[in-house]
C-alpha cells in the first residue's frame, strides 16, 4: 500500500498558521483521492478565523464541511478548493472539480462532496465559486425587483458578485459604493457604476451591505428610501458594531435584514437544496469578465505569509486571492 502524504495550512494559534505534512488514508470505494489545483482565500471570514474573532457561540455554525480541529486554534480552516480526481469512480477519474475543503494540496473525501467544474469554468475561476454561492443567497434574501434603484455597500469579492448580478437585472440601476477608489476600475470591467460614499446616489429601493465596517452599514441606512430594505451581508464576528439607528431610520420606516449562506434562502428554501443553489453558482462563472475579481496569486508554501498579510489590514485592497499549488 502507498502511503499518501499531504501538506496542510493550519492556525496553530491566533495570527500564526503554518504548513504541516499528514498522512491520508487510502480512498475507500465511494471515495475520490483529489490533487489540489488552487484554492481561495475567503477574505472576510478566514481573516476573522486567522485573528481568532469567532465568537464562542458560533464555534459549531462557523464549522467548514471538511474542518479539522476547533476553534479558536488550532485548526484547520477553509473551504474553497479546485483540483483533479486522482483516485476514485471512473465517471470521477481526471475531472476537474471543486470542493468545500480547507488549504491542503491532496486529500480523500465522499465521492458526494465533489462537483464537477462545467467545460466553460476554467479551475483558476472556479475558486470564485463559494463566493459567487453567497452572492446568489443574498440576492435571493433580497428579493429585488425590475426596475429597482440598488446601491451595493462594500466592494469586496461577494460585494462586486451581488452587484455584477443585479446589475443584469432588466431596468435596475446598480451602484456600487466603497471608500476606496480601487474598486472602480474593477467595476468598470464588471459594467458597474461606481461612487465614493459621499457621491452615492440615494433613495436606494434596495441597499445590500458587505463592507465589514460600522460605517459601512451607516452609509447604508443613509442611502435607503422610504420603507426600503438593507439586507445586511457581513459577519463581524466578535468586533462590536454601531447601528445608527436615530435620524430617520423610524420615520422612513426602513427594513434592517440578515443574510447568510449557511441556510439557502427562505423565499427559495421549499425548492431549491444546497446542491442546485451550488451548481447555479457554478455555471454563473462561465463569464471571462469575472476574472477581474482575482487580483492576486500566491504559491501554496507562502500562504502562512499571505493569510498574516491579508489579516493585518481590513483595507487591503486585494479581492479574491488565489493559492495555487505545485
Same mark, same amino acid.
Given at each position: 500500500?502507498?502511503?499518501?502524504?499531504?501538506?496542510?495550512?493550519?492556525?496553530?494559534?491566533?495570527?500564526?498558521?503554518?504548513?504541516?505534512?499528514?498522512?491520508?488514508?487510502?480512498?475507500?470505494?465511494?471515495?475520490?483521492?483529489?490533487?489540489?489545483?488552487?484554492?481561495?482565500?475567503?477574505?472576510?471570514?478566514?481573516?476573522?478565523?486567522?485573528?481568532?474573532?469567532?465568537?464562542?457561540?458560533?464555534?459549531?455554525?462557523?464549522?467548514?464541511?471538511?474542518?479539522?480541529?476547533?476553534?479558536?486554534?488550532?485548526?484547520?480552516?477553509?473551504?474553497?478548493?479546485?483540483?483533479?480526481?486522482?483516485?476514485?469512480?471512473?465517471?470521477?477519474?481526471?475531472?476537474?472539480?471543486?470542493?468545500?475543503?480547507?488549504?491542503?494540496?491532496?486529500?480523500?473525501?465522499?465521492?458526494?462532496?465533489?462537483?464537477?467544474?462545467?467545460?466553460?469554468?476554467?479551475?483558476?475561476?472556479?475558486?470564485?465559486?463559494?463566493?459567487?454561492?453567497?452572492?446568489?443567497?443574498?440576492?435571493?434574501?433580497?428579493?429585488?425587483?425590475?426596475?429597482?434603484?440598488?446601491?451595493?455597500?462594500?466592494?469586496?469579492?461577494?460585494?462586486?458578485?451581488?452587484?455584477?448580478?443585479?446589475?443584469?437585472?432588466?431596468?435596475?440601476?446598480?451602484?456600487?459604493?466603497?471608500?476606496?477608489?480601487?474598486?472602480?476600475?474593477?467595476?468598470?470591467?464588471?459594467? &458597474?457604476?461606481? $461612487? /465614493?460614499?459621499?457621491? +452615492?446616489?440615494?433613495? @436606494? #429601493? %434596495?441597499?445590500?451591505?458587505?463592507?465589514?465596517? =460600522? !460605517?459601512?452599514?451607516?452609509?447604508?441606512?443613509?442611502?435607503?428610501?422610504?420603507?426600503?430594505?438593507?439586507?445586511?451581508?457581513?459577519?463581524?464576528?466578535?468586533?462590536?458594531?454601531?447601528?445608527?439607528?436615530?435620524?430617520?431610520?423610524?420615520?422612513?420606516?426602513?427594513?434592517?435584514?440578515?443574510?447568510?449562506?449557511?441556510?439557502?434562502?427562505?423565499?427559495?428554501?421549499?425548492?431549491?437544496?444546497?446542491?442546485?443553489?451550488?451548481?447555479?453558482?457554478?455555471?454563473?462563472?462561465?463569464?471571462? &469578465?469575472?476574472? $477581474? /475579481?482575482?487580483?492576486? +496569486?500566491?504559491?501554496? @508554501? #507562502? %500562504?502562512?505569509?499571505?493569510?498574516?498579510?491579508? =489579516? !493585518?489590514?481590513?483595507?487591503?485592497?486585494?479581492?479574491?486571492?488565489?493559492?495555487?499549488?505545485?
Amino acid at each position: 500500500m502507498t502511503e499518501i502524504l499531504a501538506q496542510a495550512c493550519w492556525l496553530t494559534e491566533p495570527g500564526h498558521a503554518e504548513l504541516r505534512t499528514e498522512n491520508l488514508p487510502e480512498p475507500g470505494p465511494d471515495q475520490v483521492l483529489v490533487r489540489t489545483l488552487h484554492s481561495g482565500i475567503s477574505r472576510g471570514t478566514e481573516t476573522l478565523v486567522f485573528r481568532g474573532e469567532v465568537p464562542s457561540s458560533e464555534f459549531d455554525r462557523m464549522r467548514a464541511p471538511f474542518q479539522a480541529g476547533d476553534f479558536p486554534a488550532p485548526v484547520k480552516y477553509g473551504y474553497t478548493s479546485v483540483g483533479r480526481v486522482e483516485q476514485g469512480p471512473a465517471h470521477l477519474m481526471g475531472q476537474t472539480v471543486f470542493c468545500l475543503y480547507p488549504h491542503q494540496t491532496h486529500y480523500v473525501v465522499p465521492a458526494t462532496a465533489v462537483h464537477v467544474l462545467p467545460p466553460s469554468v476554467p479551475p483558476t475561476r472556479a475558486v470564485l465559486a463559494a463566493n459567487m454561492e453567497t452572492a446568489v443567497n443574498a440576492l435571493w434574501d433580497a428579493g429585488p425587483r425590475v426596475g429597482d434603484r440598488i446601491a451595493v455597500v462594500g466592494g469586496g469579492t461577494v460585494g462586486l458578485l451581488v452587484a455584477w448580478l443585479a446589475a443584469r437585472m432588466p431596468g435596475c440601476q446598480v451602484q456600487l459604493v466603497d471608500t476606496q477608489e480601487a474598486r472602480r476600475p474593477v467595476a468598470k470591467q464588471l459594467h &458597474v457604476d461606481f $461612487a /465614493l460614499p459621499d457621491a +452615492a446616489r440615494d433613495e @436606494a #429601493d %434596495l441597499v445590500i451591505h458587505a463592507s465589514g465596517q =460600522s !460605517a459601512g452599514l451607516a452609509t447604508a441606512l443613509n442611502l435607503a428610501a422610504f420603507e426600503a430594505t438593507v439586507l445586511e451581508l457581513s459577519w463581524y464576528g466578535e468586533r462590536p458594531v454601531n447601528v445608527p439607528l436615530g435620524g430617520a431610520f423610524h420615520s422612513r420606516r426602513l427594513t434592517l435584514k440578515s443574510s447568510q449562506v449557511g441556510q439557502v434562502a427562505t423565499a427559495q428554501r421549499a425548492r431549491w437544496s444546497h446542491l442546485r443553489r451550488f451548481e447555479l453558482a457554478l455555471s454563473l462563472l462561465s463569464d471571462p &469578465v469575472l476574472d $477581474a /475579481l482575482i487580483t492576486n +496569486a500566491s504559491p501554496f @508554501a #507562502d %500562504l502562512p505569509e499571505v493569510l498574516a498579510r491579508l =489579516s !493585518a489590514s481590513r483595507l487591503d485592497a486585494t479581492l479574491c486571492h488565489r493559492i495555487d499549488y505545485p
